[in-house]
């Protein structure tokens, strides 16, 4: 039986915390749609397949000044197609400059089919991300 949304999202969120630096892109289908529509001006807001994610992440993740080190799953919506959930959810994370803790909410729509991510749409709050990488 292939993995739900719910599984898929709760397999990603494990793998920011166990996985520091490293971005694998399992759960991602190989022409998944990744969408940031409220990333900043000049960052890329669209991925249009998995290789063309991670050869943007890997890099980006590596360099990232903090840690992740905590994911917490505020709410879990569904929604009238059982292959889309709504996830709200909190990253929290060590700066890797001057240990500082800092929080950054996000939502993401997430479409799943036949056991991998085909649709990403992460909605992040870019003002409490810079504030913490800062």
Not at 105 to 128: C, H, M, P, S
Request: proline share 7%.
């Amino acid at each position: 039986m292939d993995p739900s949304p719910r599984d898929l999202f709760e397999r990603m969120a494990d793998e920011w915390v166990t996985r520091p630096g490293e971005v694998t892109g399992d759960q991602f289908a190989d022409d998944v749609v990744i969408e940031m529509p409220f990333a900043p001006p000049g960052a890329r807001g669209r991925f249009e397949s998995r290789q063309d994610f991670l050869d943007f992440a890997r890099p980006q993740r590596a360099a990232f000044p903090a840690r992740i080190d905590g994911c917490r799953i505020i709410a879990v919506h569904d929604t009238a197609d059982p292959g889309t959930i709504v996830v709200e959810y909190e990253l929290s994370g060590i700066s890797l400059k001057d240990g500082a803790c800092s929080t950054a909410g996000f939502v993401v729509v997430l479409t799943a089919k036949d056991g991998r991510i085909t649709r990403w749409r992460e909605y992040q709050n870019v003002a409490a991300m810079q504030r913490a990488l800062a």
